[in-house]
C-alpha cells in the first residue's frame, strides 16, 4: 500500500470552503483581498467570493492567506481511511 502524504494546504482550503470562513489574502505585489470567502480551488487557482465580486487568484500570486482567530489547523483530519478525504 502506497503512502499517500497530506496535503496542509488542501486541508486547511477544504475547511475554509466548506465552513464559508472569511479570509484576507495578500498577493505577492502587494495587493489585498478581504473578507474573501473560498468558492472552490484546485491544484492552480482559488476562486473567492468578496462582497459582489467574484476573483480567480491564481496560488503562485498568493504571498499569504490571514486565517480566522478562531481557526486550527489540524492535519489528523485527513486520513487513508478515508480517501484522502477530510472531515469536518
Given at each position: ?16 470552503r466548506?465552513q464559508?470562513?472569511?479570509?484576507s489574502i ?36 498568493i ?26
Amino acid at each position: 500500500m502506497a503512502n499517500k502524504s497530506i496535503s496542509v494546504q488542501d486541508t486547511i482550503l477544504y475547511r475554509l470552503r466548506k465552513q464559508k470562513l472569511p479570509v484576507s489574502i495578500y498577493t505577492t505585489n502587494g495587493f489585498q483581498i478581504t473578507n474573501a470567502i473560498i468558492a472552490s480551488y484546485d491544484s492552480f487557482v482559488i476562486a473567492v467570493l468578496t462582497g459582489d465580486k467574484q476573483m480567480l487568484v491564481y496560488k503562485h500570486a498568493i504571498s499569504s492567506i490571514v486565517l480566522p482567530e478562531n481557526f486550527t489547523v489540524n492535519i489528523d483530519m485527513c486520513d487513508d481511511a478515508n480517501g484522502g478525504k477530510c472531515n469536518e
